[in-house]
């Protein structure tokens, strides 16, 4: 069915009437019987099934109901935009609502390239033919230049893959945006290792795709980006723009709310895993189960699934699950997410000796060649 197709949980009574309501708020946002004939058959979504579960509830529950409801792919109009506006436009003011599963029509797919290098590219360019990738992020914000540039040049020199800026890290006083990526650049350029940085985008919409190409002249050799700030479509935008050819980390910033609740927003692995590679991250940031975030083990599971199974002729992406974690979890996570990780620590790099602490964590990644 060259359709898209999404399920819905909803968690309440009279579905029917729930899946009336989402396919028509989804598309026309109209009275349906006011809608010419045509309209109503092509244009509006079609409920294809409705199935309720009452096993396990208990007295005073609410059953939840699985409705899949397919769409015209006219409707998306082959853009990543209308697609999240059909997917949960106006369905996000309703309660009781989460999508836990939509598949897209060849159709859309084939317009979309996902990863520029994803997993094979990335190994290739680090020379990672089969470890984890190794990372982390310059940290606190209130450091100036001077300092977040010795720490860069620290941990470059330790044999880092990739450092990036702490996504809070914005156009602050202290840490000026351009010369911070300066800075930071050169340092690690000094390093002489294969080491890239990837600056923060979080800047305002009309200089992102500028301060790109600036963050790149000045020596960058990835990017940074938040897409719940900045827009799904933004991080496309950079990933399919052939000159600046980039390999780009996006942050889940933003994104918490749309996967916290347990029978409103999204699913997990369809914001951190399908959404982020259909939009092109190479590496898609989210937080670890066991660190200081609520992320249980079967949600970083599925957006790890979601980040490597077959999706058209898209490459798979890394993640890079992060939020606490220590030295001591390397060996934990890699068992449970496979090599296919970026391995992500943060502020516990600087507990004792930053220079010891990058090494060890390299050494650890490198043993799983």
Not at 29 to 36: G, N, R, T
Not at 336 to 353: C, E, K, N, P, Q
Request: glycine share 8%; with cysteine; aromatic share 8%.
């Amino acid at each position: 069915m060259d359709r898209l197709i999404v399920t819905y949980l909803y968690s309440g009574e009279n579905p029917k009437e729930i899946a009336d309501l989402i396919r028509v708020e989804q598309t026309i946002e109209f009275p349906f019987d006011l809608a010419p004939s045509w309209i109503q058959e092509e244009v509006v979504g079609k409920i294809e099934s409705i199935i309720s579960v009452s096993e396990g509830i208990d007295v005073g529950e609410k059953p939840e109901h699985k409705i899949v409801i397919s769409y015209n792919p006219d409707v998306i109009g082959g853009e990543l935009t209308q697609l999240i506006n059909v997917l949960w436009g106006n369905v996000s003011l309703f309660p009781k609502i989460k999508i836990i599963d939509f598949l897209l029509p060849d159709s859309f797919l084939s317009k979309f390239k996902g990863p520029r290098f994803g997993v094979p590219g990335l190994r290739r360019m680090f020379k990672a033919e089969n470890r984890p990738l190794v990372t982390t992020a310059l940290k606190p914000m209130g450091s100036d230049n001077s300092t977040l540039a010795k720490m860069a040049k620290t941990i470059a020199s330790a044999g880092f893959d990739l450092i990036k800026d702490d996504h809070s890290l914005a156009n602050q006083p202290w840490a000026l945006w351009k010369d911070r990526v300066k800075a930071v650049a050169e340092a690690i350029g000094e390093a002489g290792t294969h080491c890239r940085y990837a600056p923060s985008l979080n800047l305002p919409a009309d200089q992102i795709l500028e301060a790109a190409y600036i963050a790149k002249d000045f020596g960058a050799g990835a990017l940074l980006i938040l897409p719940g700030i900045s827009g799904f479509d933004a991080l496309r935008t950079l990933a399919e723009d052939d000159q600046l050819a980039l390999p780009i980390q996006a942050h889940p910033a933003a994104l918490g709310s749309l996967v916290t609740s347990a029978d409103c927003g999204i699913s997990h692995g369809l914001v951190f895993g399908r959404l982020m590679r259909l939009a092109g991250a190479d590496i898609s940031i989210f937080p670890n189960f066991g660190g200081r975030f609520s992320f249980e083990e079967s949600q970083c599971l599925e957006i790890a699934e979601s980040a490597r199974n077959e999706m058209a002729n898209m490459r798979q992406m890394w993640i890079a699950p992060a939020g606490g974690m220590s030295l001591d979890r390397i060996p934990e996570m890699v068992k449970f997410y496979g090599v296919d990780t970026a391995l992500l620590i943060g502020g516990a790099l600087s507990r004792g000796d930053l220079f010891e602490n990058s090494k060890r964590m390299v050494e650890k990644a490198h043993s799983y060649r």
